[in-house]
């Protein structure tokens, strides 16, 4: 399956974004979030702290509705699903 | 007009569109680039999420603070200091409902937009941290 995946902000910088991506099918978020930032460890390190759980700053969206850290780990990813991964906001 | 672009706005005439029939009162609220020994300011949206936050931000403002118009614009890309970010634009037939529309959407998009400004400073460059920590900054 295909996911396209998103980071913004700091995390772009550390992980690039727009990044779609062949997946095997089956795969879950988080783990599928950690596969791709293990790639790049200042990226990995920004993401996750050293149990390999999501930082408490980190907000995540699967397409484009929130997804809370404790749902990460469980929920199912579809093929054409976008994920995105971000800071807390600093508009205005 | 609710948008996220890299073009400035015409302030003067967002003033005179939103006096629709009823207006007593326009309040205009316009963020700029401080100049905190920056050179510049970069924005980044991610643009559909922060667009659809926009747009129920500007309902719910209506509804709760009897706007008559509403106009938001959230500049996005390189700005230079003195250059508007945001600019909000509400009328309303009174002027408590009009300043406290102005001011629920300025909290609102502090809180829920996903926007990210970086500073590129003089001496180096800073994200600026977002004010809402986890839990509370929930775009909906």
Redo the contacts between chains.
Sequence with gaps: MTIKV?F???F?ELLGTDLILDYPAGATLAPFVRDIAMKKKDGYDALFDEHGTFR????I?RN?K?VEHGDAAALPLADGDEV?I??????? | MIAIQTEDVNIGNLIEEAKRAGTGAVVVFD?IVRDDDIREME????E???L?ELEKIADEATREHHLLHVDII?RIGRLAVGEN??IIVVSAGHRPDAYAGSRFI?EA??????????ELRKDGDR?????????T????
């Excluded at chain 1, 408490?56 to 907000?59: A, D, Q, S, T």
């Excluded at chain 2, 924005?43 to 991610?46: K, Q, S």
């Excluded at chain 2, 994200?127 to 839990?135: F, K, L, S, T």
């Design positions: 998103r913004f902000a700091r772009r408490e700053f980190v907000i969206m484009g929130r995105a971000f800071p807390p906001v600093a508009g205005g | 963020g924005l980044e949206a991610y559909e999420v922060a659809a959230h970010i945001l300025i998009i502090k809180k829920h937009v996903p926007i990210w400004k970086k994200w600026v941290p977002g004010e809402h920590p986890h839990g900054n929930t775009p909906r």
